[in-house]
């Protein structure tokens, strides 16, 4: 439980929730063959990778997911920065997974790269158990489109499927002006959220990385 004194404190975020695909599949290959210290090392690299960029683009570190990141920037993030830093983060997983992951795998995931969810909005950050969290409904959103990316995306895929899915009203406001995205407008339900309703939201298509460990 929190503290009387703890102070809450509220803070108007872009809120961005990235997952690595086929991430299930990846951390089975290598624990079945007992290569847990590669797993340990694939996150702890990005971890690093993460930390490193916080000052360029001022954003905080909310929570890992288990198989990715919650990540909160600044209101003023343009969605060029944006861009850039998923663009960014997508190529830093594909070079530790050419050089640290692949080789030691049995069998390399079919599908490979990165989704991403964002949402905006006012998140709650206070102390509980000596550490700092984050709680709102931005945050709720943002999870939730990007776990909705499997069922939207009925196009046929290649090997990479580095995808955004992000609230209409967010998508006009940061990405709508960046050219080279490709979007289109999609309906989700989102349980326990805007009250069973149709959610209006873009798919995007990000620049997509081309790792030549994919066979």
Known sequence: MTQID?????????????????????????TTADNFSVVRDMFIKLRDWLQAQQ????????????????????????????????????????????????????CCPKITGMSFGA?????VKFEMFNRTEYVGRPINIACRLQGAIKSLDTEEIDTTNTKLCVPSALYHEKFEKVISMSAKKKKV?????????????????????????VT
């Open 119 to 123: 949402a905006s909005g006012r998140v």
């Open 6 to 30: 703890e102070e809450a404190i509220q803070i108007d975020s872009i809120i961005l929730v990235f997952d690595i695909c086929g991430s299930s599949i990846i951390v089975e290959d290598l």
């Open 55 to 106: 000052k360029k683009y001022n954003f905080e570190i909310c929570n890992f997911t288990g198989d990715g990141w919650i990540l909160l920037f600044p209101t003023i993030t343009s969605g060029d920065a944006l861009q850039l830093f998923m663009i960014g983060l997508t190529n830093e997983y594909y070079r530790i997974m050419k050089k640290f992951v692949i080789g030691r795998m049995e």
């Open 189 to 213: 339900i989102l349980h326990n959220i805007a009250g069973e309703r149709s959610y209006q939201c873009f798919l995007v298509n990000l620049l997509r990385p081309c790792p030549d460990f």
